[in-house]
């Protein structure tokens, strides 16, 4: 009869210990994943390739018109 109670009695002792633990390891895990994830939003993610920073202008080409009847006349002369 001993036996029996001192059993039943370890055996509620390390389901009460084994709850707290799982308790413990729960809220460690979620600080832990929310710390992980806090600092991954702050860090500034790297510059692409396909950007460019800076000032710029876009010159365009100069293009020269020649009129139709002005090469025919310069052959002639």
């Known amino acids: 009869m001993l036996a029996l109670v001192l059993g039943a009695a370890l ?5 009460f210990f ?3 633990f799982l308790v413990i390891a729960a809220i460690a895990l979620s600080t832990f994943s929310i710390r992980a994830l806090w600092r991954a ?3 500034d993610p790297s510059p692409t ?10 010159e365009t ?3 020269q018109k020649i009129e139709a009847g ?3 006349n310069d052959e002639k002369h």
Do not use: M, N
């Open 70 to 72: 002005t090469a025919a």
């Open 11 to 15: 055996l509620v002792t390390a389901f």
């Open 41 to 43: 939003r702050k860090v």
């Open 18 to 20: 084994l709850f707290f």
């Open 49 to 58: 390739p396909d950007i460019i920073e800076g000032e710029f202008s876009v």
């Open 61 to 63: 080409p100069v293009v």
